[in-house]
């Protein structure tokens, strides 16, 4: 098993791992932006309650929930040390940048990371560990949908999640393609589909998700 070893701890390795990893929360942002979603219904959180309930207590679901927060922390390290790698081969930045090779995004996805790490610490704090940890909404005292109602009744936290979302546009902009192209899945027919793909899914999902909380602080949904 040395040559697994030797090919996870390597560049191309690490590579792999952030792409895997990545798609894995891809998908996981696909099923929760549309479990999220359904507070456009405007039902007073009914359906959107049944289906977060389902989430919670479906024994699948909380079983891949652990593999997910397995998987999460595992991208976040491969990304630190992968930023890491790089800092020390160019100790010294360029004093002029190549904009035809790379966008700014796709320089700064440590700084686009970071931001979005701690957007999820607190999304985590509001709703995850409320409904997870505590009797709040176990235990009857409010629904997951008053708690949104609450949180994003102040405009801090709006914010927070507006410009959260702004970075997990851009960190999808370049992640959902890169990590096509890390596990080698380049063809030209194939490879403007990734692209367009990874496009609209970097603009659509942020967006629904940052419109959430607007439309919760301007009584739109009730």
């Not at 397995?70 to 976040?76: E, S």
């Not at 035809?100 to 790490?117: A, F, K, P, V």
């Not at 940890?133 to 949104?148: A, N, S």
């Not at 959260?164 to 370049?174: E, K, M, N, R, T």
Request: with cysteine; glycine share 8%.
């Amino acid at each position: 098993m040395s040559w697994v070893t030797k090919t996870l701890s390597s560049s191309l390795g690490r590579k792999l791992i952030m792409a895997i990893t990545g798609l894995s929360l891809v998908a996981f942002l696909l099923v929760h932006c549309g479990i999220n979603a359904c507070i456009f219904l405007n039902d007073g959180g009914e359906t959107f309650n049944e289906a977060a309930e389902f989430m919670a207590k479906n024994f699948f679901i909380r079983t891949a929930e652990i593999g997910l927060f397995v998987g999460l922390i595992a991208h976040i390290i491969d990304g630190l040390m992968l930023w890491s790698a790089n800092k020390k081969k160019r100790p010294v930045q360029y004093a002029v940048v190549s904009k035809d090779n790379s966008t700014w995004y796709s320089r700064s996805m440590g700084l686009l990371g970071t931001l979005l790490l701690l957007f999820l610490v607190m999304h985590l704090k509001h709703f995850w560990v409320v409904s997870r940890f505590t009797d709040v909404i176990t235990g009857g005292q409010k629904t997951l949908f008053q708690e949104m109602q609450e949180v994003f009744a102040s405009p801090v936290p709006v914010i927070v999640y507006v410009v959260g979302c702004i970075s997990l546009a851009y960190h999808l902009l370049h992640g959902v393609q890169s990590a096509f192209q890390s596990l080698g899945w380049n063809h030209p027919k194939y490879t403007p589909f990734v692209k367009s793909f990874g496009c609209w899914f970097a603009i659509i999902i942020p967006v629904v998700f940052a419109a959430m909380p607007i439309a919760m602080h301007l009584g739109l949904i009730k």
